[in-house]
């Protein structure tokens, strides 16, 4: 029955349930991590089925935590006593962490390709560049650093030639606008606010989509 409510879910979100009768029963509850304190483009449609109702439409009552990327969203479905029913995390993090015995199930994933780019500061022009600069992520083996890994790993770069920053999503705009870091892994919306921003001098140095091109994007991943 979990499991039908969990589909039910994001096929309200994605726009593939509306023709659905509305549930006459009570109300079933779901609490929902998301891995960003707001949403990125990719986010909208879970947000967008809540503002209008959608879920309420059909039975379901939805609560959506905010958690600062997708480590702290793992780290929090996966704790001890958590009352997390699902949560949004990186495909290989939610894959490691099964492979370690998180004991969670996959049950969503994106079908398109990873629509993120490798943002960095003027000057660099080639992922070699990169070794010896700040590199922004927000933990180990979580969505920016595994992009930057398919970056910087074919030049020859490893996580010991460069300089960790821990970056939350919130903060990668405006890390790479301060320059607090050299380097960030970025929404292709966020780029083009911070190109706008710093008159052109960050700029795209490599497309994700294009380093990653059988990403698991993300997982929809339940205890």
């Known amino acids: 029955m979990l499991k039908k409510t969990f589909v039910l879910f994001f096929l309200i979100a994605t726009g593939f349930a509306f023709a659905?009768?509305?549930?006459?029963?009570?109300?079933?509850?779901?609490?929902?991590?998301?891995?960003?304190?707001?949403?990125?483009?990719?986010?909208?449609?879970?947000?967008?089925?809540?503002?209008?109702?959608?879920?309420?439409?059909?039975?379901?009552?939805?609560?959506?935590?905010?958690?600062?990327?997708?480590?702290r969203a793992h780290q929090a479905i996966t704790a001890k006593g958590t009352d997390l029913d699902l949560a949004w995390i990186p495909g290989p993090l939610t894959m490691s962490g099964i492979a370690r015995g998180s004991g969670l199930k996959i049950f969503y994933s994106y079908a398109h390709k990873n629509e993120a780019v490798l943002a960095v500061q003027a000057g660099i022009k080639k992922p070699a560049d990169l070794r010896g600069k700040k590199l922004g992520i927000e933990g180990k083996f979580g969505y920016s650093h595994l992009g930057m890994l398919s970056v910087i790993r074919p030049a020859g770069v490893t996580d010991k030639d460069v300089n960790y920053v821990r970056t939350t999503p919130p903060q990668r705009v405006s890390f790479i606008i301060s320059g607090k870091v050299d380097a960030v892994l970025m929404h292709i919306e966020q780029v083009s606010f911070a190109r706008k921003k710093t008159k052109g001098r960050v700029h795209t140095l490599a497309r994700i989509w294009e380093t990653q091109p059988d990403y698991l994007y993300a997982a929809v991943a339940a205890p």
Not at 38 to 60: C, E, M, S, T, W
């Open 20 to 71: 659905l009768s509305p549930a006459a029963t009570a109300a079933t509850k779901l609490h929902f991590g998301m891995p960003t304190p707001k949403p990125n483009v990719v986010h909208i449609p879970v947000y967008l089925a809540l503002d209008r109702g959608f879920y309420k439409a059909q039975g379901l009552d939805v609560k959506i935590s905010r958690f600062r990327g997708g480590t």
